[in-house]
């Protein structure tokens, strides 16, 4: 690697990338960099520049979760209605685990609401006023589905007697000082971009390129416990055994270069992507406005398998 000139390969990733605004970084062995370029709301970009990560927030929930867990606040096995009672008729049997790994077969009801929900409160409410006509048994299918992860944070926020907006910032962002991160909050104008839901849980990260680049490097490094990383990066089977790839909010692929821990994040003309493949102390995240979903994801997952293969 003491010939890898990161700045010169990220410079080429991003310039096969249209968009509006583009930041990307990445981090081979405790070296990092951090490119960007072009600009939204009448700024230009920089390192600390506050971007969407929609869904990258899953794997901020997935950490939280596995401490509370380790810790004994509660457990995969609890049924999600011991924390959210009101939800029981709707719930069920479904289980905390069911809800990690989207196997919950529990319908995403903000799929079949009108207008984006205002709070998870909201959702809550629509879980209750939606009936639907047939499920899959917990367990059975893999289906992905942010309202789980809106009901997760919940059970996690009131396991724990905290907001989970607050458990992020105390445990998580404040230790690996990253002062540009927020879960939830004011949202950055966009012109010609609807503002994201008010859900925390299935996304509300708001973070910067150099803090995002700090988050997967901290990932790498086991930096909230070895414990509470090996659990967050446990996947699961269905009840006839049939593996699921997805873990505590991130998605684990096995590859010859070892396995890649990897999240995409999409709302609107806001897109991310976080690729890390441990066993190399590669780290990669790509934060843009304007790109498309599938330029961002092979842009983050290209450039992570060609520093590997370096």
Same mark, same amino acid.
């Given at each position: 690697?003491?010939?890898?000139?990161? #700045?010169?390969?990220?410079?080429? !990733?991003?310039?096969?990338?249209?968009?509006?605004?583009?930041?990307?970084?990445? /981090?081979?062995?405790?070296?990092?960099?951090?490119?960007?370029?072009?600009? %939204?709301?009448?700024?230009?970009?920089?390192?600390?520049?506050?971007?969407?990560?929609?869904?990258?927030?899953?794997?901020?929930?997935?950490?939280?979760?596995?401490?509370?867990?380790?810790?004994?606040?509660?457990?995969?096995? &609890?049924?999600?209605? +011991?924390?959210?009672?009101?939800?029981?008729?709707?719930?069920?049997?479904?289980?905390?685990?069911?809800?990690?790994?989207?196997?919950?077969?529990?319908? &995403?009801?903000?799929?079949?609401?009108?207008?984006?929900?205002?709070?998870?409160?909201?959702?809550?409410?629509?879980?209750?006023?939606?009936?639907?006509?047939?499920?899959?048994?917990?367990?059975?299918?893999?289906?992905?589905?942010?309202?789980? %992860?809106?009901?997760?944070?919940?059970?996690?926020?009131?396991?724990?007697?905290?907001?989970?907006?607050?458990?992020?910032?105390? #445990?998580?962002?404040?230790?690996?000082?990253?002062?540009?991160?927020?879960?939830?909050?004011?949202?950055?104008?966009?012109?010609?971009?609807?503002?994201?839901?008010?859900?925390?849980?299935?996304?509300?990260?708001?973070?910067?390129?150099?803090?995002?680049? +700090?988050?997967?490097?901290?990932?790498?490094?086991?930096?909230?416990?070895?414990?509470?990383?090996?659990?967050?990066? !446990?996947?699961?089977?269905?009840?006839?055994?049939?593996?699921?790839?997805?873990?505590?909010?991130?998605?684990?692929?096995?590859?010859?270069?070892?396995?890649?821990?990897?999240?995409?994040?999409?709302?609107?003309?806001?897109?991310?992507?976080?690729?890390?493949?441990?066993?190399?102390?590669?780290?990669?995240?790509?934060?843009?406005?304007?790109?498309?979903?599938?330029?961002?994801?092979?842009?983050? #997952?290209?450039?992570?398998?060609?520093?590997? /293969?370096?």
């Amino acid at each position: 690697m003491a010939d890898l000139d990161l #700045t010169e390969v990220l410079a080429s !990733t991003l310039a096969d990338l249209d968009a509006d605004a583009v930041a990307i970084g990445a /981090a081979v062995r405790g070296v990092s960099e951090v490119v960007c370029r072009g600009g %939204y709301a009448g700024t230009r970009v920089h390192p600390a520049s506050e971007f969407y990560g929609a869904s990258v927030t899953k794997q901020m929930i997935g950490i939280l979760l596995a401490r509370a867990v380790i810790d004994g606040a509660l457990q995969p096995i &609890d049924r999600v209605s +011991r924390w959210l009672p009101e939800l029981s008729a709707q719930t069920g049997f479904v289980q905390v685990q069911h809800l990690i790994h989207h196997t919950s077969g529990l319908a &995403d009801v903000v799929e079949f609401s009108d207008g984006d929900p205002s709070s998870n409160t909201d959702v809550i409410e629509r879980f209750q006023r939606f009936r639907p006509t047939a499920r899959a048994a917990p367990g059975t299918r893999y289906s992905y589905n942010n309202t789980g %992860y809106v009901l997760l944070a919940e059970c996690l926020s009131r396991s724990l007697d905290r907001p989970i907006a607050d458990l992020a910032a105390t #445990t998580l962002f404040g230790p690996l000082t990253m002062n540009h991160t927020r879960l939830g909050g004011p949202p950055v104008e966009v012109p010609g971009c609807r503002n994201p839901p008010g859900t925390i849980g299935d996304g509300a990260l708001w973070v910067s390129i150099d803090d995002l680049l +700090r988050w997967l490097e901290a990932c790498n490094a086991r930096a909230f416990g070895a414990e509470v990383h090996r659990l967050a990066e !446990t996947t699961t089977q269905l009840t006839d055994g049939s593996p699921v790839d997805y873990a505590w909010g991130v998605r684990i692929t096995p590859t010859s270069h070892g396995r890649v821990v990897s999240h995409g994040g999409s709302w609107s003309t806001w897109q991310a992507k976080t690729v890390r493949i441990p066993e190399r102390s590669i780290a990669v995240a790509v934060l843009s406005v304007g790109a498309t979903a599938s330029s961002v994801s092979d842009a983050g #997952t290209g450039l992570a398998t060609a520093l590997a /293969a370096r």
